[in-house]
């Protein structure tokens, strides 16, 4: 990982310490980078939240937290020493009059201050208020604020001019976690610093593309936001789009912040729009029913706790995208995303086109075409699927399909997969807004999936049932078959 940032020895100010984001994920990920000596001493770090506590009552939720979301073994000094680092203020983030409080708590001679917005992003508004109103915010400090944006273009364009009023664009960072998550880093080295993929990935060699993100879990106790979102908010607005953009754009002149984030945005606004005229014929969604996962019976979405009977909220969609220009017409992008699947996994799946000529038909009649897949979890590596000739004498070549394999926990035994918040937290630290994402980006996939969820509406069709346990919809199995394809899994 990256050296500590020399410069940035201010607050780390958390907004929703004691959320689930908070307990889950930034208490880990700051763990991590406290333990591997990637936070300078100087800094220190404030939790706020609305509930009263102790300095010993947060402390302990601290150590329960950690030692809890933190799978190896942790030793009591080291969690002693991060501890050192927090103070806690109890804080109504609607409340203007009480950021004063939070003022005594931030050092006011820090050139630079981070504000993590840990909150529902309907309240980012309110903080930025606070935090103005006492005098807390500087034109060198950042934000970090989660995504999903609002639930639709116009919500996202209000929110982000909340935030906008306070803080210029080169302090804002609009964080997707999936961008830190160590393999789809690895799509840009993969795709630029290999020729054998750098002159092949294009409309020539492809045949078509997969992304797949599927979840076994169902709600969770989410249902009052979940089923205002979907799965078309949730994920494909947020995560997939973010995963198509990096597969998809063209090669930055750098690895500067805003080279990369212009060449995803041209790739999010040359995407086909799908409307009502094409919406049945380009995506499928459905909503998962009763069914069985590890063999154990599970409910259906309508029942799930606190759910609303007649929700035609999905949790499964499929999509089939397609790019209006040069390197990919022709080429169709095929994405998939669910809750109740089967397995918990997220992969990419690039199906390059068949040899158009077989001089091994004597003992393979139909070669088949190569794959590469790029596995995001549970198990991060990437693999190639390629024919191989079977060693020994025979009176024919006989060959055979083989798989080379790059386990990130097999080939990187010795070092630790580094998690995704902890990655993007020390970007921040250290002042550097590739991995994020830019307001724009935001609004061009809102504009996108905003015209697909118009079109659903419009047609007033319920979302297609699917058992818990399986694979989605009958009919997302014909979304590709149509085009006589399938999907890997």
């Known amino acids: 990982m990256d050296k500590p940032d020399p410069q940035f020895t201010g607050d780390i100010v958390i907004f929703g310490i004691l959320g689930d984001l908070g307990r889950r994920k930034l208490l880990p990920a700051l763990f991590q980078l406290d333990a591997a000596k990637l936070i300078h001493t100087d800094c220190r770090i404030i939790g706020a939240a609305i509930d009263e506590l102790s300095v010993d009552s947060f402390e302990q939720q601290i150590r329960e937290n950690l030692k809890t979301f933190i799978p ?5 000094s080291s969690i002693n020493r991060f501890i050192q680092r927090f103070s806690y203020q ?6 203007i009059n009480a950021f004063d409080l939070l003022a005594k708590l931030v050092n006011q001679n820090s050139s630079t201050r981070i504000y993590y917005f840990s909150t529902p992003p309907s309240i980012y508004g309110d903080i930025c208020n606070g935090l103005n109103s006492a005098q807390l915010i500087s034109e060198n400090d950042r934000v970090v604020i989660e995504k999903p944006i609002g639930n639709c273009l116009k919500s996202s364009q209000i929110i982000n001019e909340q935030v906008s009023r306070f803080f210029d664009e080169n302090q804002i960072y609009r964080i997707d976690h999936y961008l830190g998550k160590e393999t789809v880093l690895n799509l840009l080295v993969l795709r630029f610093a290999n020729s054998l993929f750098t002159t092949n990935w294009d409309r020539n060699c492809i045949d078509h593309v ?15 936001f979940y089923d205002k979102a979907g799965q078309m908010r949730d994920m494909v607005q947020n995560h997939l789009l973010q995963i198509l953009s990096l597969l998809a754009m063209e090669p930055p002149a750098s690895l500067n912040a805003n080279s990369i984030r212009d060449e995803k945005l041209k790739v999010l606004k040359a995407l086909r729009p799908i409307n009502r005229l094409n919406i049945n014929e380009k995506t499928v969604r459905g909503q998962y029913t009763s069914g069985y996962l590890d063999g154990k019976p599970v409910p259906g979405y309508q029942s799930e706790e606190d759910a609303t009977i007649n929700s035609s909220t999905e949790t499964f969609v499929a999509i089939k995208a397609e790019i209006d220009n040069w390197r990919w ?4 992008f095929y994405l998939r995303t669910g809750k109740r699947m089967p397995v918990k996994q997220s992969e990419v799946v690039v199906q390059f086109k068949q040899q158009p000529h077989n001089i091994f038909k004597d003992n393979y009649n139909k070669l088949p075409a190569n794959k590469l897949t790029i596995r995001l979890q549970p198990d991060e590596g990437v693999e190639l699927q ?3 000739k079977i060693p020994g004498i025979s009176p024919q070549m006989n060959i055979q399909q083989n798989t080379l394999d790059l386990n990130f926990s097999d080939a990187y035994h010795n070092k630790r997969v580094i998690e995704a918040y902890e990655r993007l937290l020390l970007e921040v630290i250290n002042g550097n807004q590739s991995l994020f994402v830019r307001r724009d980006e935001v609004e061009a996939a809102w504009q996108w999936t905003d015209s697909i969820i118009d079109a659903w509406q ?7 049932g699917y058992a818990a346990g399986t694979w989605g919809p009958v009919s997302s199995f014909s979304l ?8 890997v899994k």
């Open 329 to 332: 017409s022709g080429v169709p």
């Open 72 to 76: 190896e073994e942790i030793d009591d």
């Open 90 to 95: 109890q804080l109504d983030f609607t409340n």
């Open 458 to 464: 419009m047609t007033n069709d319920l979302p297609e």
């Open 480 to 487: 590709i078959a149509r085009d006589d394809r399938h999907w």
């Open 386 to 388: 390629m024919m191989n």
């Open 210 to 224: 997969q992304i797949t993100i599927a979840e076994s879990v169902g709600i969770e106790g989410r249902w009052g």
